[in-house]
Antibody, heavy 121, light 106 residues
Framework: QITLKESGPTLVKPTQTLTLTCTFS??????????VGWIRQPPEKALEWLAL???????RYSPSLESRLTITKDTSKNQVVLTMANMDPVDTATYYC?????????????WGEGTMVTVSS | DLQMTQSPSSLSASVGDRVTITCRTS??????VNWYQQKPGKAPKLLIY???ILQSGVPSRFNGSGSGTDFSLTVSRLQPEDFATYYC????????FGPGTKVDLK
């Protein structure tokens, strides 16, 4: 059974750096074709794609947020970490990690339950 | 920049209705479109990938079609559990989701 779970702070202050960890089981991020991505959703708003890292350490970022994002993986720990710098109240959202079905179409077929992050002083 | 639009933004329908949601992109993206369903308070669920391939376990009343710039998701006979918000996603360039379509009960 494949599962993913997001963890990190629920509250961060403006200008701080957010660090979120996705811990997964049931698959390996060293398997060809596998990827893990991050998506967020502000309250009552649409999904926003953030970043994706592949088995071969290739990375893709949202162009609008690329300067603030870093995605890394630790294959031995089955974890993917997303950092987002210079947090602002507009970054308040539920953050999801998800596994991509394949590197061809990058469809997310397994999702974590999400973690809510509030940005406030 | 690749732009994606999704329509309608919302629709009201009855159980048994056939509903169609469309996504349009500003440039050709072959078949690099996926469709998701999201219910309140839950993570999205993958329905269709590569424009028309039904994800394992998804009922066959869901159908995806299109290529190039125009894509659609059709639910042939709406069931009570299908009232939700639907998102398209393009993965041709840096991936992005459409703005969503909320399907509610008429």
């Amino acid at each position: 059974q494949i599962t993913l779970k997001e963890s990190g702070p629920t509250l961060v202050k403006p200008t701080q750096t957010l660090t979120l960890t996705c811990t997964f089981s049931g698959f390996s991020l060293s398997t060809t074709g596998v990827g893990v991505g991050w998506i967020r959703q502000p309250p009552e708003k649409a999904l926003e794609w953030l970043a994706l890292i592949y088995w071969d350490d290739a990375k893709r970022y949202s162009p609008s947020l690329e300067s603030r994002l870093t995605i890394t993986k630790d294959t031995s720990k089955n974890q993917v970490v997303l950092t987002m710098a210079n947090m602002d109240p507009v970054d308040t959202a539920t953050y999801y990690c998800a596994r991509s079905l394949s590197s061809t179409y990058d469809a997310f077929n397994i999702w974590g339950e999400g973690t809510m992050v509030t940005v406030s002083s | 920049d690749l732009q994606m639009t999704q329509s309608p933004s919302s629709l009201s329908a009855s159980v048994g209705d056939r509903v169609t949601i469309t996504c349009r992109t500003s440039q050709s993206i072959s078949r690099y479109v996926n469709w998701y369903q999201q219910k309140p308070g839950k993570a999205p669920k993958l329905l269709i990938y590569a424009a028309s391939i039904l994800q394992s376990g998804v009922p066959s009343r869901f159908n995806g079609s299109g290529s190039g710039t125009d894509f659609s998701l059709t639910v042939s006979r709406l069931q009570p559990e299908d009232f939700a918000t639907y998102y398209c996603q393009q993965t041709y360039t840096a991936a992005a989701f459409g703005p969503g379509t909320k399907v509610d009960l008429k």
